[in-house]
């Protein structure tokens, strides 16, 4: 079954707030890239096209929204667990999507495209 989504054409990417009770919230400090210098990021990265097609598979081709926060999970688990070594990719029913709210509208914002 294929996604409905168009994502060999569109970079969606997945990142994940882990939150310990006492230590407050992993950010990787990635030095890697040239561009940017040394600097402090969440994990994740790109979501990866199995993703999406395992997503659309388990939806049955269904609705495009419940894919792409399916198909993000697993990629952000995925990059969690290559950058840190943290495996959440068989509970992926711990993540819950964030809804990013801009404080004057308290409108979900639209995705940053680069």
């Given at each position: 079954?294929t ?10 990417r997945?990142?994940i707030f882990?939150?310990?009770?006492s ?6 400090h990635?030095?890697?890239?040239k561009?940017k ?6 994990p ?9 097609e395992?997503?659309?598979k ?8 419940t ?13 969690l ?6 495996d959440m ?5 711990r993540l819950?999507?964030a ?15 680069k």
């Amino acid at each position: 079954m294929t996604s409905s989504l168009d994502y060999r054409n569109i970079d969606y990417r997945g990142f994940i707030f882990v939150v310990h009770e006492s230590s407050g919230l992993l950010l990787l400090h990635c030095t890697r890239k040239k561009k940017k210098g040394p600097h402090f990021q969440l994990p994740g990265g790109h979501i990866d096209d199995f993703e999406f097609e395992a997503a659309a598979k388990a939806s049955g081709g269904g609705n495009a929204r419940t894919q792409l926060l399916e198909a993000a999970k697993a990629g952000a688990a995925r990059e969690l667990w290559e950058e840190t070594g943290v495996d959440m990719r068989n509970q992926l029913e711990r993540l819950q999507p964030a809804a990013l709210k801009s404080s004057s509208a308290q409108k979900e914002l639209s995705c940053e495209i680069k």
